[in-house]
């Protein structure tokens, strides 16, 4: 289970991660609050847009666009 | 021996209720309250068992009454082992419970329910990890089809017998020290419960045993006043053992929950299309070509005669009045006002808000931010602001409405200001009745790449010149559903409405104002005040009030072209430098009336006339770069 972090932009599709911190502005940090997403959340990767678009992860059934650069801000542990 | 089951609702605690049913016995309904719960006889590999279905509820909280009788139930009654019962797909949301359930310190057993469904989303539980966390037995099972009921009441079978009794789940250090230093008042001898237990329910506030230690034991509530005062909590305290309830809950989920392979649904497989790398752009290209070519098709069909009709009324109300005198000019006006607002709502506007509200509602519109957002974040956007970008096509007034949904107010004033650079469908006309017209369509073509690529310059100026740190993309991405047409109607209407009430009587009175400048033979006033930008471009005087006209309305400018210059055949007055000219600086200078009341409306006076400000910078300096370029090949 111990392994190094990577960030949410760096997960390949359908892989789980647990969120494991938010190290983005309040105000995205709060916009992700209200979808359920904070430290501990855990996260699937679903799929990315091509050149730099963003991710897209289900967080407890819902899915949810994150852009590329708020992706790289959020440091996640991949699950086994 | 007597069973409970306790779970949120949902969780599957009746389907497994009604599994045993079979050995019914006896059911009766507890009374008191509304809330009802059920008991019934069970026998269990040779031993009788009263199993007891509580309501299903979030908490023991006791803010509703199903809390409170479920919280009275498991003070009040004599049970052997709880068996708590949590839906497997939401298990943090669950295990909140579960902890507050394992406070308790009584037998007590975990039941994982719809594994299977949780196995569907792509979460497998490790219930050997998850039954060492909470320090209890835990059981898969699969009510709906009775898979591991019998290993459910065996286990707690066993639980029972052993009296096993839990340990609770520590909150944060702060915390329990207000818990010990609350339960050093508390006499066991008097408590139906727990000390520590008893100590957390009073520290947050539960009616029910605050209710009952007033009555035994009056002086550890004042003992608990204390406690809460030197927590300097006395407004939150309640609230703080919940968030850390929670908190551990989603430490526990995450600790236990193990990675395994999403099953694909209908919205997978319709997402692997649309949202993909290539076919997703396919798609979207398609779905705006559709979305223009209906919307066009539309205008087109009702622009004609609506156009005519009026152009029919104008001649009759001319004829009813003296030819050429004040009165009849100001009538045109007048009618041209109502006739313009009409000519852009009708046919325009309200196409073009019925299939915006269309796309929205079937999920769409999220899906073109998620594909679109990598370009928009190239001109200081981000993929929600693509939306007023598509309608602007159209017509700039909805498009400006549409900012509205973007929450940042940086971010809707560069995507208001650039998507009044798009060139609406007014425009659209002026292009094609000038550029396309007289000098091909190659040339229209090469007009809107220019367009196109001034818009993304402009943005990337403007996200330098107000630099702030792009929030980024957050959007959630819904499900694909089936529109209600009659949801999609109020939205249209809703949408309409406001032009029409704001917008729409201004063009009036602009237009009767313009006829009244006309009439007192104030134009060439106008024409005097343009004079700089017409001069500068390189263009015969006599068009400045054409731009005026334009500001009304964008098409009107080459209507009035023909009046001003004496001539319907352009290419006798204008050479094909000045036509090109003369389009990009019409496209561009001042957003028309409409547009600017709408602007000013959403997103204040001060934008207003930074945008207008904009707007003729930008018109004059492309116009001119046009003028230059189009010299050197004409």
Redesign the interface.
């Not at chain 2, 740190?469 to 819904?478: C, K, N, S």
């Given at each position: 289970m111990e392994q190094q972090l990577k960030t949410l932009d760096e997960i390949g599709e359908g892989i789980g991660v647990r969120v494991v911190s938010i190290l983005t502005g309040r105000a995205a940090q709060n916009k992700l609050a209200e979808l359920c997403i904070f430290e501990g959340t855990i996260l699937i990767a679903l799929r990315q847009a091509p050149i730099g678009g963003p991710v897209l992860v289900s967080a407890g059934g819902r899915e949810v666009a994150i852009g590329r650069n708020l992706a790289h801000k959020i440091k996640v542990q991949v699950m086994e | 021996m007597r069973f409970v089951l306790v779970g949120q609702p949902n969780c599957g605690k009746s389907t497994l209720f009604n599994q045993v049913c079979g050995y019914k016995a006896e059911t009766g309904n507890f009374t008191g309250t509304t809330v009802t719960f059920t008991e019934s006889r069970v026998r269990l590999v040779g031993d009788i068992v009263d199993l007891v279905d509580l309501p299903g509820t979030y908490s023991l909280e006791g803010s509703n009454p199903a809390e409170k009788e479920v919280f009275r139930y498991l003070l009040n009654h004599s049970y052997d082992c709880i068996i708590n019962v949590l839906d497997a797909?939401?298990l943090?949301l669950g295990l909140a419970m579960t902890v507050e359930l394992l406070e308790l310190q009584r037998p007590m057993i975990v039941v994982l329910n719809m594994v299977d469904e949780a196995d569907h989303?792509?979460?497998r539980v490790d219930i050997n990890k998850l039954s060492e966390t909470l320090g209890v037995p835990v059981v898969p099972m699969i009510a709906r089809i009775g898979r591991g009921v019998k290993e459910v009441f065996l286990t707690a079978l066993r639980t029972a017998r052993l009296k096993n009794t839990p340990h609770r789940i520590r909150y944060s250090q702060r915390l329990e020290d207000a818990i010990a230093a609350l339960s050093a008042f508390i006499d066991p001898q008097r408590s139906d419960m727990a000390v520590d237990a008893a100590a957390i329910k009073l520290l947050e506030s539960d009616p029910l045993i605050t209710e009952l230690f007033q009555a035994r034991q009056p002086e550890a509530i004042q003992a608990t006043e204390r406690v809460r005062s030197d927590l300097a909590q006395v407004d939150t305290g309640e609230q703080v053992f919940r968030l850390e309830r929670h908190?551990a809950a989603?430490?526990i989920?995450?600790?236990v929950?193990?990675?395994g392979?999403?099953k694909l649904t209908l919205r997978d497989k319709l997402?692997n299309y649309l949202?993909h790398?290539i076919w997703g752009y396919l798609f979207l290209l398609i779905v705006l070509y559709l979305f223009f070519q209906g919307v066009f098709a539309f205008g087109g069909l009702i622009e004609g005669p609506l156009m005519a009709w009026f152009a029919e009324l104008e001649t009759l109300i001319i004829s009813h009045l003296p030819p050429g005198g004040i009165a009849s000019q100001l009538a045109v006006g007048l009618v041209q006002g109502i006739s313009g607002g009409l000519g852009i709502v009708l046919p325009y506007l309200v196409p073009f808000l019925f299939g915006l509200g269309l796309l929205e509602d079937v999920g769409y519109l999220?899906r073109i931010?998620?594909?679109v957002?990598?370009f928009m974040?190239r001109i200081g956007l981000?993929?929600a602001a693509i939306v007023p970008f598509i309608l602007g096509f159209g017509c700039n007034v909805p498009s400006i409405m549409a900012t509205r949904t973007l929450e940042?107010k940086r971010e809707r004033f560069i995507a208001g200001a650039l998507s009044t650079l798009v060139p609406c469908a007014a425009r659209l006309a002026v292009v094609f009745g000038l550029v396309a017209f007289y000098l091909g369509p190659l040339a229209a073509l090469l007009i809107y790449v220019f367009v196109l690529f001034v818009i993304a310059i402009t943005g990337r100026i403007l996200s330098r010149l107000l630099p702030e740190?792009?929030?980024?993309?957050?959007?959630?991405?819904?499900p694909y559903r089936v529109p209600t047409v009659r949801a999609v109607f109020q939205k249209t209407w809703f949408r309409v409405k406001e032009f029409i009430v704001e917008a729409w009587p201004i063009l009036i009175a602009g237009s009767v104002f313009l006829a009244l400048l006309n009439a007192l033979n104030l134009s060439q006033f106008v024409d005097i005040i343009f004079r700089p930008f017409t001069w500068l471009l390189g263009l015969p005087s006599q068009v400045g009030t054409t731009l005026l006209f334009g500001i009304l309305r964008k098409e009107l400018s080459l209507v009035m072209l023909g009046q001003a210059l004496g001539s319907m055949d352009f290419s006798q007055v204008l050479t094909p430098v000045q036509m090109i000219t003369y389009t990009i600086f019409v496209i561009f200078y001042m957003p028309c009336l409409a547009t600017l009341v709408v602007i000013r409306k959403e997103l204040g006076t001060r934008s207003m006339w930074a945008i207008m400000g904009l707007s003729l910078v930008i018109a004059t300096v492309t116009a001119l770069l046009a003028r230059g370029v189009s010299s050197l090949i004409f």
């Open positions: - | 797909s939401h943090s989303l792509g979460m908190e989603q430490e989920a995450g600790r929950i193990l990675q392979t999403r997402d949202l790398p999220p931010a998620f594909l957002d990598a974040h981000h993929g940042d740190d792009i929030p980024g993309l957050i959007l959630e991405i819904p």
